[in-house]
């Protein structure tokens, strides 16, 4: 064979996916895998900075001396006692708000949240969903809930109604049948190599489900549209609802490749700590060995004399606190990612929708709030959430609040000095930190990382003698560098409703279905209902399972302080 034909077969091969460098958010721990737990001063860098930005028309304000002087006076007057490094602290909040108002006029209307990789949209001439798009959207949402024959409350609750949801006919593997690429059809099964995508503790993985994503392609104007069904939405009877839930997701593409951009690039830390084992100047080595030697000395010289453990320990906790300097706070340069992401570059996306409203009466008139979680399991491999408020009515002040999980310093055994100084860590503290909130109004988008467990906070119908709600739109972005997330494309509608409706003959050829019923039995398929929501109920039941073991957890397990 020449070498030109040698080429040419090259070109025609696939070519290998790239190592993803989106981490999963079930990391394990002990691995070098997550992010260093932050430093003390970094937290109030956040801090600071949120309490500035939440304050009204704060880009006019934080640049006027006299505003600014005030504002640093108030935080010197509550924290001061919290560090060292004060002055530090406050000169780096006030160089990156430069930093973040500049970025911000970049983004299309979107502003940056509690972090960088979290992002929200305004409200009114703000929105960057277009007015009319949104309305089309409330009324297609309510056509769609009257099309239901009973409301689907979210199993456990009494407010929380499904109207599209990924929980209902899944992928199963060794049941849900596929389409192969020569034409024929055959039982989907797990593989081995799910578990190879990334480091996952045995807990992110499910040997039996998969939400059921649909891929998303560019069409000639660069705008993402739907190439086949999304699961639990009938393509034909809400074609016009596709539409308008595409028009959403693509008025959310630049605050996602921000959002993937910074997470793709790695945990950026604001503020170095040394390790344990550096933190301390060679005096207190010098120091450290003296005391032993001493102790040597009279255990050697003494006769009965014992060496003093805990006096030894006494003596080096006082002098670490001693010898422990305050760490260097310094903004060096404006932050950039090193991996910048554009999800218009992968040939599709595959994306997972929901939509449910929080609906509330005079008779059931609060939400008490959710659970902290992140989305789905390494089958389904989401890293990104797009939420989107679109319909809004009297209810007090809901907000999205947001966590992040970490590794334990790297520390000398027994140092508890070094780690309540520098991180304010004490023994069986949760290895998780706060981010902070973003309001959640009509109109809002937010945009975020599926690395940071969020939750949904309480609230209640401001105007008690009427009813309210809150509707959202949702979308999980799966890895675009995961290929083996299986999506509608390849799995034929499930549902039983939908196999006997002739407007779905596109996606339900008769010989696609005689292949199937060969492969399954008239018995065994289609799906109905009442067996998708028994499914629903073991896959919730497998995805909530409490863990015995809280140590492997990257959200929940305490800091255990070594000292032997």
Known sequence: MSLHN??????????????SPFPHPYWIVFSDYGPRFPSIEEKL??????????????????????????????????????????????????????????????????????????LASGTGIDAVVDEKVKLQLQEQAKALAKSFDEVDYHPGTTTVVDLVHPLLFPLQYGVTPIKNEDGGVSVSEYLEEIENKKKSVSFGISKKYQWL??????????????????????????????????QVFNAAVPALNFSLSYYASGYRYKVEVPDGYEAYPKEYEEYMDALYNEEDKKEKEIEGYEYDYDKVEEVLSAKRLEFLKPLTVSYKEDPSPTNPINVK????????????????????????????????????????????????ENITTSTLSFRAGFEEPRYEQGDSEYLSTYFGLKDEDVMTSPLGSTEAFE????????FFQHHVDPFELKDKQKPGHRKILCFFVVDPYDTLAITSDDVPPQQEEWWADEQLKDYLP??????????????????TMKEAKEMREDLMKERSVIIDDDIFDPYEREFSLCEH
């Not at 080429?7 to 696939?14: M, N, R």
């Not at 560019?218 to 016009?240: A, G, W």
């Not at 109109?443 to 599926?450: A, G, L, Q, S």
């Not at 008769?510 to 799906?527: A, F, R």
């Open 443 to 450: 109109d809002r988008i937010i945009v975020f990382p599926n």
């Open 6 to 19: 040698l080429s040419e077969l090259a070109e025609s091969l696939p070519k290998p996916t790239p190592p």
């Open 213 to 246: 994503p649909t891929s998303m392609t560019l069409d000639s104007s660069q705008d993402f549209q739907f190439t086949s069904y999304i699961n639990n939405l009938h393509p034909v009877k809400f074609e016009s609802l596709y539409k308008t839930i595409s």
């Open 345 to 392: 570059d992968f040939d599709q996306l595959k994306v997972i929708v929901k939509m449910a409203n929080i609906e509330l009466t005079p008779e059931n008139p609060s939400y008490p709030g959710g659970s902290w979680h992140v989305e789905g399991t390494i089958n389904e491999n989401i890293v990104a959430t797009v939420l989107y408020y679109y319909d809004v």
């Open 45 to 118: 860098i956040q801090k600071f900075s949120q309490t500035i930005r939440s304050k009204p028309q704060w880009k006019l304000k934080y640049n006027n001396s006299d505003i600014a002087s005030k504002w640093k006076q108030e935080f010197r007057d509550e924290f001061g006692k919290e560090t060292r490094s004060m002055e530090g602290v406050l000169d780096y909040v006030f160089l990156e708000l430069k930093w973040i108002d500049k970025t911000e006029a970049t983004l299309g209307g979107f502003t940056l949240g509690p972090d960088e990789k979290i």
């Open 510 to 527: 008769d010989l696609l279905k005689e292949k199937i019923l060969k492969l399954k039995g008239e018995k065994n398929w289609p799906q």
